[in-house]
Each structure stands twice: as C-alpha cells, then as structure tokens.
T-cell receptor, first 109, second 114 residues
Framework: GQNIDQPTEMTATEGAIVQINCTYQ??????LFWYQQHAGEAPTFLSY??LDGLEEKGRFSSFLSRSKGYSYLLLKELQMKDSASYLC??????????WGAGTKLIIKP | DVKVTQSSRYLVKRTGEKVFLECVQD?????MFWYRQDPGLGLRLIYF???????EKGDIPEGYSVSREKKERFSLILESASTNQTSMYLC???FGTGEINEQYFGPGTRLTVT
C-alpha cells in the first residue's frame, strides 16, 4: 500500500530552527509537496520538490532524497505565526496526491 | 489571487438528509477536487474532475456523488447523510492537465450529521 509518515506533533521555540520529516512509500513518484494549514483554515502551498536536493524559499527550505523516500521541511527563525499543521503529499505514478496526516507544530515564546 | 469559495463553513444535518456542498473557483482552473479531512488521517480524495461534466472516483467515493455542470463550480452531494460522514470537507482546484501544479483550497465546510 501507499504510505506517508510524518510526526504527529512537534514543539519548538520562537526564533529557533525546526525540521519536519516526511518518509514515503508510494507506487511511483512524480514529486512531493509541502502545505501549511493554520487551524480552521485551508491548506496553502509551500513547496514542491521533484529532484534531489534542497530548495530554499526565504525562511522555509525543503529537501528531497528520492533514493531514501525522504523529505524534510526546514523552518528557520521561527515566528509565532508559524504555529500550524504542515502537510506532506506525494504525487504518485497516476498523478494522484497521497497525503500524510500532517505535523502539528507548536511554537512557544 | 486564486479564490476558492465553499457555500458554508459549518453545516448540521440529520441522518438521511440529502446534503449539497458547493464549491466555486474564480481562476478558470480545469481541475477540481473534493477531499475530506479527519483527525489523525491525511486528506482523502472523494471525487475529482478534469473538465466540465467529467468526474472520476477518488479513494473513498462511497456515499457521495458530484456534479460539474460549469467549469467554475463543483458540487459534492451526500445522497443520504450518515453519522460517519461527519467531517471537514475541503474543495480544491488546480490549473492544467498533465502538468504538476499546486492545488488551491477553499476554507472548508465542517459538516456534522446527527
């Protein structure tokens, strides 16, 4: 079966750095997405990786290793507004998105 | 800015009622999707559509149907609501077919079936 694993919850301190991991086992791979979802709101797109390596976008970076079936989202200089759930999703061989359950990130002052 | 709107933020229905959830997008996107989101589970795809009057079953279509009569509108129908359909329903849209484009989500409808 297809599976996406992410930690359920993480806690970090304002101003610090946090890494949210995502491992996947899917039938084929056509890229990996990260979305941010604040409580009670719609998910919003953060990043897309299809090649190995690190993609940097301001305070957020996303890394992919296809051989290991692994990605992480790195958040730097954490702000209170970064408290949200972070969803990992993989595009499989049929171009269908397979979603992880999400990681709830709690930022403490 | 892409805007995806859903007809209701909160809805309470009784078991056996027919329920309509409406979704409208204003960016001329070809693709539209209906998901449900439950605690501890990833988003699960109910139905999707790549074009007007076209629909495809997702992972959990049982108990649901959809309608896409116009490009901008995608409706989810619960023919006879049951308590296990209590959930957050999210609509999404994306541009293009055969291309990899991010999905834009609506704010969600929290449906409670009593």
């Amino acid at each position: 079966g297809q599976n996406i694993d992410q930690p359920t919850e993480m806690t970090a301190t304002e101003g610090a750095i946090v890494q949210i991991n995502c491992t996947y086992q899917t039938s084929g791979f056509n890229g990996l997405f990260w979305y941010q979802q604040h409580a009670g709101e719609a998910p919003t797109f953060l990043s897309y990786n299809v090649l190995d390596g690190l993609e940097e976008k301001g305070r957020f970076s996303s890394f992919l290793s296809r051989s290991k079936g692994y990605s992480y989202l790195l958040l730097k200089e954490l702000q209170m507004k970064d408290s949200a759930s972070y969803l990992c999703a993989v595009l499989d061989s049929n171009y269908q998105l397979i979603w992880g359950a999400g990681t709830k990130l709690i930022i403490k002052p | 800015d892409v805007k995806v709107t859903q007809s209701s933020r909160y809805l309470v229905k009784r078991t056996g009622e027919k329920v309509f959830l409406e979704c409208v997008q204003d960016m001329d996107h070809e693709n539209m999707f209906w998901y449900r989101q439950d605690p501890g589970l990833g988003l699960r795809l109910i139905y999707f559509s790549y074009d007007v009057k076209m629909k495809e079953k997702g992972d959990i279509p049982e108990g649901y149907s959809v309608s896409r009569e116009k490009k901008e509108r995608f409706s989810l129908i619960l023919e006879s609501a049951s308590t296990n359909q209590t959930s957050m329903y999210l609509c999404a849209s994306s541009f293009g077919t055969g291309e990899i484009n991010e999905q834009y989500f609506g704010p969600g409808t929290r449906l409670t079936v009593t």
